[in-house]
């Protein structure tokens, strides 16, 4: 019997060469990968409202003393809605930023919110609208560090117009939060 030796192909060759090399007794030289110096990164998910001034402080003896005359110098600001809409929309953070200032300098002023809506829908659809208006004007000034124990809420739905046209104009001041000083 005879044997014949035929050559390896190219790869075999290279394949073997590795393997001698990597069954060697040396071990590699490890490296260590320098410790991370990067900085966590901030996602922010929503641009901070641009500050707004604050309301002229009204020093607390300045006060009227009249809860009516407080809600006639008009020192809280309503805020308005899309149709359908209970959003805090951009503009109107400026507003509650406002009121949010003055309610923080005033500590003893107790005010009530008040949900409304335009006169179309349901009455039920736009009381439960009412109160989800109130509800977002609420949360957005405890976010901005009101003490909202100081507020109660209630929607009128579409029973109180501000506007008593029938068309968009009125309709647009009628989608609101008003707010009502209820106690110095």
């Given amino acids: 019997m005879s044997l014949r030796f035929r050559p390896l192909p190219a790869g075999a060759l290279a394949a073997g060469a590795l393997l001698v090399a990597a069954c060697s007794s040396t071990p590699p030289a490890q490296t260590v990968a320098p410790a991370s110096t ?47 809409g209970y959003a805090i929309e951009p503009a109107q953070r400026d507003a509650l930023a406002g009121d949010g200032a003055w309610l923080k300098a005033h500590p003893t002023v107790r005010a009530t919110i008040e949900g409304h809506c335009d006169e179309r829908g349901t009455a039920a659809y736009n009381m439960a609208l009412g109160d989800r208006r109130t509800t977002a004007a609420r949360e957005y000034l405890a976010s901005l560090g009101v003490d909202v124990s100081h507020l109660k809420t209630i929607s009128y739905g579409k029973e109180r117009p501000f506007a008593t046209a029938h068309d968009e104009a009125a309709w647009s001041q009628n989608r609101r939060a008003h707010f009502v000083v209820t106690a110095r």
């Fill in 38 to 84: 990067a900085t966590p990164m901030v996602v922010t998910l929503e641009p901070a409202p641009a500050p707004t001034p604050a309301p002229p402080r009204v020093a607390e003896d300045v006060l009227p003393s009249s809860v009516d005359e407080i809600n006639r110098r008009g020192y809280l600001k309503d805020v308005f809605f899309t149709l359908d």
